[in-house]
Nanobody, 128 residues
């Protein structure tokens, strides 16, 4: 069982930066591929970024490349999402997700169905 708690969201102005954190409980964090997703009101949950178990491989929604960076610290059981140059369209609830497993340590996953555990989400609001 993995429990995930996101933090770091808030209200910011366009152009500002935020760093989201997702703290994981349990001993399986280092064996879990991790992902960030977001959901805006009236829209489906959307892939943002993902990182492999090893941390060596990452993937991003194409439109976010260059502005968002995902990273992980296995010693702290935490995955991060650094968000720069925020825009009003980035406003959403941001969720982290975990996929424990022993398969390819270099794999990352962009589909919500690939993940077994989800956090409760943290609100990010970007004003213009």
């Amino acid at each position: 069982q993995v429990q995930l708690v996101e933090s770091g969201g808030g209200l910011v102005q366009a152009g500002d930066s935020l760093r989201l954190s997702c703290a994981a409980s349990g001993r399986t964090f280092s064996m879990s591929a991790m992902g960030w997703f977001r959901q805006a009101p009236g829209k489906e949950r959307e892939f943002v970024a993902a990182i492999s178990r090893s941390g060596g491989n990452t993937g991003y929604l194409d439109s976010l490349k260059g502005r968002f960076t995902i990273s992980r610290d296995n010693a702290k059981n935490t995955v991060y999402l650094q968000m720069n140059s925020l825009r009003p369209e980035d406003t959403a609830v941001y969720y982290c997700a975990a996929r424990p497993g022993i398969e390819d340590s270099g794999a990352w996953y962009s589909r919500p169905q690939s993940y077994n555990y989800w956090g409760q989400g943290t609100q990010v609001t970007v004003s213009s």
